[in-house]
């Protein structure tokens, strides 16, 4: 079946420094990516969608420069956390669809210290 | 705007006994609905969906079905077994057709007991 992969599973970085953590679809083409962030015991709240080859779409709260996405290729999309803080430590988990349903990867878990 | 509300955790019970955690939601038009598991330090899995009215979903012993009439999409299994403890949560899409967002509901934290 369809695998989206997600890396790293785990990053701890310095406060103030940039972490990029990449999403590919390893068998299927995705035009499109979400990428969603979930704090401890809650639900995913949905930071934007990535469309291949245009800006993403993010949503309301979410700050577009300091969370880059780049959607470069059908099969990759990045997401770069900017000047890390703190309060951005988070599991972050992208996720990609040929087809309904969408298809999860295993998320990176940031924490900055 | 589209929601999703689910029973509130977390939910602790013991080896083979019944298991029901509720979903309603608030939506325009037709939603496809889902129930997605968690795994301790793991991403999302779709354990099984619905696409329109009266469609049951099921997988692992899991089933859910598809209530228009009461917007609700309840998660049942008759005997759980250990292995089950996960996070569950129920989302819909808006559309029934591939490349749609979703919205989830707040996840049900789920442990069962041996």
């Known amino acids: 079946g369809a695998v989206v992969s997600q890396h790293p599973s785990w990053v701890i970085c310095k406060s103030g420094t940039s972490v990029k953590i990449e999403c590919r679809s390893l068998?299927?083409?995705?035009?499109?990516m979400f990428w969603y962030r979930q704090f401890p015991k809650q639900s995913l709240m949905l930071m934007a969608t990535?469309?291949?080859?245009?800006?993403?779409?993010?949503e309301q709260g979410v700050e577009k420069d300091k969370f880059l996405i780049n959607h470069a290729s059908l099969t990759l999309s990045t997401l770069t956390v900017t000047s890390a803080h703190p309060e951005d430590s988070s599991f972050y988990i992208c996720?990609?669809?040929?087809?309904?349903?969408?298809?999860f990867g295993n998320g990176t878990r940031l924490t900055v210290t | 705007g589209d929601s999703v509300t689910q029973m509130e955790g977390p939910v602790t019970l013991s080896e083979e006994a019944f298991l029901t955690i509720n979903c309603t939601y608030t939506?325009?038009?037709?939603?496809?609905l889902f129930w997605y598991v968690q795994y301790p330090g793991e991403g999302l899995q779709l354990l099984l969906k619905?696409?329109?009215?009266?469609d049951k979903g099921s997988n692992k012993g899991f089933e859910a079905t598809y209530r228009k009439e009461t917007t609700s999409f309840h998660l049942e299994k008759g005997s759980v077994q250990v292995s089950d403890s996960a996070v569950y949560f129920c989302?819909?899409?808006?559309?029934?057709?591939?490349?749609?967002?979703?919205?989830f509901g707040t996840g049900t934290r789920l442990t069962i007991i041996p």
């Open positions: 996720s990609a669809s040929d087809l309904e349903p969408l298809h």
């Open positions: 068998d299927f083409q995705a035009t499109t």
């Open positions: 990535s469309n291949e080859g245009s800006k993403a779409t993010y």
């Open positions: 939506a325009t038009g037709y939603p496809s």
């Open positions: 989302a819909l899409s808006a559309r029934n057709f591939g490349n749609e967002k979703l919205t």
């Open positions: 619905a696409t329109k009215a009266d």
